[in-house]
């Protein structure tokens, strides 16, 4: 039994039991194994490390009310991840395969899921990486599929605290067909320039515009956009932006609660009219934000620098309490570990 200190977590890899590993050679994928080692033997010309074949998902599970376990969503990631796949020339792990791991893996690492009450999670993170040698540019002739675990702690202790956020002009995310609509481990790269500025500015995040034409709202580094507009959920529609599962599952749960949903392009001069702004995705759910910086603009969100808007504060709760088994799951987004 691991000791932990459940309340300060927080969120960093931490070594568990073991991970689940597959290997993809000729066609197909072999049936998996458990490994407690965290280290991978790869070959030093692996197409992962030199030409970016790498695609990764995140998400979680959850020890419910009822004293049983639950993955958020998985379905959605396995999808998510084989269209990743197909646009880096990668085996598409199938749906199955990618759910039947998680349940192998997480039986494994029951011990370090955090106990209901905590706000903790066991976040699930599937990778998948051209791990053959390729030392022209072409796709890899072997893949590794694994699935790594570690507990992650509760991030909004004190209640949801907004956050500034920044726009660099001189920075872009993810060019209009290029890769921003996947989730590949390049786009990560591309991103962290500009966010480590961003955090020694004082902007815990940044939020892209879109690349050709720096008029439009796409997205924050690893979140998506949502805002509230005299009572609509509005998100930007993109061809570069990641569909974010937590988005889908906020937009269901506002139509639950009868309000208008628009995916639809946002422009940046439209910012100042919104009522509720945050960044939303696995991590966190919801990150309120207060105030948007580009440039000599400044942009303060009436919902204020305290607190939540009410709006995502009562989305924020729903999907909680879905997680955690404490609201009824009327679209099955929970699956039982067993
Ligand atoms: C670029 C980007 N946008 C949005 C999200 C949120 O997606 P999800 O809600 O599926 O975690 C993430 C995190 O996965 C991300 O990396």
Redesign the pocket.
């Known amino acids: 039994m691991p000791q932990l200190d459940w309340a300060n977590l927080g969120f960093q890899y931490r070594d568990t039991n073991s991970h689940i590993e597959f290997t993809w050679r000729d066609g197909a994928w072999d049936a998996g194994r458990l490994v407690s080692d965290p280290y991978l033997k790869l070959s030093i010309a692996a197409s992962a490390l030199h030409y970016g074949q790498a695609a990764f998902e995140?998400l979680k599970v959850f020890r419910c009310k009822d004293g049983k376990v639950r993955v958020f969503r998985p379905q959605a990631?396995a999808e998510?991840m084989q269209r990743t796949a197909v646009r880096t020339y990668m085996p598409p792990v199938p749906t199955e395969m990618f759910l039947d791991a998680i349940n192998r893996v997480v039986l494994d690492n029951l011990d370090y899921i955090p106990p209901y009450g905590t706000g903790g999670s066991l976040y699930i993170r599937p990778l998948l990486i051209g791990s053959g040698a390729q030392i022209g540019v072409a796709p890899a002739h072997e893949y590794t599929f694994l699935i790594l675990v570690t507990p992650a702690g509760n991030y909004y202790k004190g209640g949801l605290k907004p956050v500034k956020a920044i726009i660099y002009d001189e920075y872009d995310r993810a060019a209009p067909h290029g890769m921003g609509d996947v989730?590949v481990a390049g786009?990560?790269a591309a991103s962290l320039f500009a966010h480590e500025r961003a955090k020694k500015e004082g902007f815990p995040v940044e939020l892209y515009l879109d690349a050709k034409t720096h008029t439009c709202v796409e997205?924050?580094?690893?979140?998506?956009f949502i805002g509230i507009k005299k009572g609509v959920y509005v998100t930007p529609d993109s061809c570069s932006?990641?569909p974010?599962?937590?988005?889908n599952t906020l937009k269901q749960i506002a139509v639950d609660l009868g309000m208008p949903v628009e995916t639809r392009p946002v422009h940046f001069d439209e910012l100042k009219d919104f009522d509720e702004i945050a960044a939303?995705?696995?991590?966190v759910v919801v990150t309120p934000v207060s105030t948007i910086v580009r440039g000599s603009t400044v942009i303060n969100v009436p919902s204020g620098p305290d607190a939540c808007g009410p709006v995502f504060e009562k989305l924020f709760h729903t999907v909680q309490g879905i997680q955690y088994g404490e609201l009824p799951d009327q679209h099955n987004w929970c699956v039982e570990i067993k």
């Open positions: 995140g990631n998510r989730k786009n990560y997205e924050f580094a690893t979140s998506n932006v990641l974010s599962v937590t988005n939303c995705g696995t991590a």
